[in-house]
């Protein structure tokens, strides 16, 4: 059974700082990894798509890697700001499971303080 | 175009009751998952229905139920309501189709129990 773990639970940093958020999954036969943006109450937003081919994909100040190999994915935010502030969370797409269902990781809560 | 579309946004109901959720999905998308995210337990799968059949289930007692239409609109079903369903119910609309898929979620809709 896939599991996905993300580190750290939580992380609070000042304006400008660059950040790397981890995620790490038990089974490398995936499709693709994509993660997400939560804001408190609220659904989920995509940032970032993956494909099992790819190595990194890049969005504005985001850009995340990955490596199925060793099972991990990091998600990199260049100069953070207050309006990154929110919950991170990294899903995978299992090849052992039909396409309709994403594993996820229980998240990295995000402050970034002015 | 337009997201996925989750009504109603809130619901407070009392136990013993049932209720039922709609999720319209991306124009397009023909799979919708459902997820339940609480904080204690995270988000958790609990169905996907594509062209109308459920092809995927997750770990929840048959209170909870699902159908999709011919338009791909999906509903969810919770029968005789506890006090731990209340939770943020999302749901994700994707292609279904193939293998490099990105999965769009609505914004969700608040279950209270009480």
């Known amino acids: 059974k896939q599991e996905v773990t993300q580190i750290p639970a939580a992380l609070s940093v000042p304006e400008g700082e660059n950040l790397v958020l981890n995620c790490s999954f038990t089974d490398s036969a995936i499709y693709n990894l994509q993660w997400f943006r939560q804001d408190p109450g609220k659904g989920l937003t995509s940032l970032l798509l993956i494909q099992s081919s790819q190595r990194e994909q890049t969005s504005g100040r985001l850009n995340a890697s990955l490596d199925k190999s060793s099972g991990r994915s990091t998600l990199y935010i260049a100069a953070s700001q207050p309006g990154d502030s929110a919950t991170y969370l990294c899903?995978?797409?299992?090849?052992?499971?039909?396409?309709?269902?994403?594993?996820f990781g229980r998240g990295t809560q995000l402050t970034v303080w002015p | 175009k337009a997201g996925v579309t989750q009504t109603p946004r809130y619901l407070i109901k009392t136990r013993g009751q049932q209720v039922t959720l709609s999720c319209s999905p991306i124009?397009?998308?023909?799979?919708v998952s459902w997820y339940q995210q609480t904080p204690g337990q995270g988000l958790q799968f609990l169905f996907e229905?594509?062209?109308?059949?459920?092809?995927n289930k997750g770990n929840f007692p048959g209170r909870f139920s699902g159908r999709q239409f011919s338009n791909s609109r999906s509903e969810m079903n919770v029968s005789t309501l506890e006090l731990g369903d209340s939770a943020l119910y999302l749901c994700?609309?994707?292609?279904?189709?193939?293998?490099?898929?990105?999965?769009?979620f609505g914004q969700g809709t608040r279950l209270t129990v009480v």
């Open positions: 899903a995978v797409w299992d090849r052992g499971s039909t396409l309709g269902r994403l594993y």
């Open positions: 994700a609309s994707t292609h279904g189709l193939r293998e490099n898929t990105e999965a769009f």
């Open positions: 229905y594509f062209s109308e059949t459920q092809r």
């Open positions: 124009s397009g998308h023909r799979s």
